[in-house]
């Protein structure tokens, strides 16, 4: 066989299927099986160059790597067919009517063990496709260009904005009838702010998700989320990469109608196209100017007065084989992402924070699992662990819109050394109407300002009518940065 040529990432993410043995199975029955090519859409289409390199019915090796289990294969391939000219019988038959769906199929007449190799799996990263030995495309490195707020102390965070039909603010430009006092958002934080006399010292806002209602990306709610922070922005004085987007289960819908969920159907679809996260990714890129072919796992450090904060961003919203709908999972790119994290150089005293959308522990009594619902993250543990030992001081998230105040640290075991404790803070809901709330609940916003050697925490009430609200939580975070 001629040396590995090409490197195709997958991951068992169907319900009851093992991607590998089902592929096996047809070669031990037919000699061959055809291996479809899940590309996102955001990825280059690479298939004359494929049929050129396969040309004259020549073989090339091919690496199938899952950096989610960590193993690898090396197979034998022979040919390769265009989505429309591929034979349905020589796939295997859960996806067999989805071939359209996928960027092509090779022809592979082996599929043999082979051992992991960190430093593929590491070049290839969140792509599905790497010729071998090419440099990775930089735009899906995990970590992100620094942004500056000299001078500036102060990060507003907000969740659970929903706009849409779910959002209680006036919007921007908004006509309100005689006797509707609401403001815009812009007004309600900026006179709360200015409460507090800290109007011009906000550095970033990190806002953890759901910025939309049940993905509802069509024009105006779009637009008026755009509109909204573009206000917020100039007049808080910021630049776009200091707002900080990360993903929420009602931006990036990976089920659309719970209750007629085929969970294997549904898997096999979301795999082949990543549809479910373009609306965001697209929106990401118009808001705050991060290329919307980048990764959704990334990590920004804020150089502010005091000290330097470096943010993990994590997409919670990854597709799993479970048929749970409000579930969070991260995956194995996110706890890269938490590794990168640990491996930034500090120059100054450093805080890191880690802003997701799901819960990492539990803050409402209905986290109960059901059957077609929870809203823990999966791999928390994971996440949880990999954070304390990359020196995560606090992590942030919404989802539940419920503010709450934790803290997570584990006990070392086995002459383990002792984690960073982590500070888990649920912001609550910073847009939604009174009727999206949990009973007794208002909306809430969480503001933190970092010093040389410790973060001051306020949760506060955030009012539709601008009027000053209840202070939920006021008091200083015991946490130290990273030294230099």
Known sequence: MAAPAIALRFRDTTPGIDTIAEHRELIARDGRVGWGWWKKTFEP?????????LDDDREIGIILIDRTAERAYLCACVGFAEPNAAEAKIVPPYYRD????????FIL????????????????????????GAV???????????AQAPGRSCVLHLSDLHFGKDYGFRLQGEDVAIGDGRHTLTECIVADLERLGLTNDIAAIIVTGDFMTHGDWAGAPRRAALAEFETLRKRLELQKNQIIAVPGNHDVVRYSDPAKIDVRENAVEKQANYEHETMFRTFVDELVGRDWKASLNYIRRIHLGEADLDVCVLNSCTIAATEWTEYGYVGRNGLDAIAELAKQKVERPTF??????????PVANVEAPKSRGVTLTLDASDILAAAQRGGVNVALHGHQHKPKIAMYQSLPLNGEVAGTPIHVVA???????NDRLPPGERNTYCLFRLRANAIDLWIRELRLDAVAGAQVFHGALPVAPIAV
Do not use: C, M
């Open 352 to 361: 890191r924070f880690l802003a997701l959308h799901h819960h990492l522990l």
């Open 109 to 132: 007449r082996t599929i043999e063990d082979l051992d992991y190799d960190e430093a593929l799996a590491d070049a290839i990263r969140e792509q599905t496709f790497l010729w071998i």
């Open 45 to 53: 289409a690479e298939t004359k160059k494929i049929h050129a390199l």
């Open 427 to 433: 912001n609550g809901s910073a847009g939604a109407k």
């Open 98 to 105: 989805h071939l359209d769906e996928t960027a092509g199929v």
């Open 136 to 146: 990775a495309d930089p735009v899906l490195g995990h970590v992100a260009t620094a």
